[in-house]
Nanobody, 126 residues
Framework: VQVVESGGGLVQPGGSLRLSCAAS????????IAWFRRVPGKQREAVSC????????YYHDSVKDRFTISRNNARNTVYLQMNSLQPDDTAVYYC????????????????????WGQGTQVTVSL
């Protein structure tokens, strides 16, 4: 049972990237999946999540209207489309799955997520 991120890289300000979170050993659409990010020296923060039951979503205020979370059930993959990227978006992005959901909707609370990927670096710079 694991999640594996991909799609990070270097992009100029205003550019776009799409991160992928490939799930194995479980059906991603049955569980809450979240994207977190960490900047060196700061706490990891939740960027977005998608609920396993009805697909409801959450976005951090700083990424609303720029990032979109979605999932492809056939590919068992969750995506994070990131547009209008800014230098402040530079971070290591992590995918996480809540395989013991206690709540109906996904959460930004890091401690609720049981399985984490290794992270993918996103760098926004000229």
């Amino acid at each position: 049972v694991q999640v594996v991120e991909s799609g990070g890289g270097l992009v100029q300000p205003g550019g776009s990237l799409r991160l992928s979170c490939a799930a194995s050993g479980f059906r991603a659409n049955d569980y809450h999946i979240a994207w977190f990010r960490r900047v060196p020296g700061k706490q990891r923060e939740a960027v977005s999540c998608i609920s396993g039951n009805d697909g409801s979503t959450y976005y951090h205020d700083s990424v609303k209207d720029r990032f979109t979370i979605s999932r492809n059930n056939a590919r068992n993959t969750v995506y994070l489309q990131m547009n209008s990227l800014q230098p402040d978006d530079t971070a290591v992005y992590y995918c996480a799955a809540d395989l013991r959901p206690m709540y109906r909707d996904c959460s930004a609370a890091e401690h609720l997520y049981t399985n984490w990927g290794q992270g993918t670096q996103v760098t926004v710079s000229l």
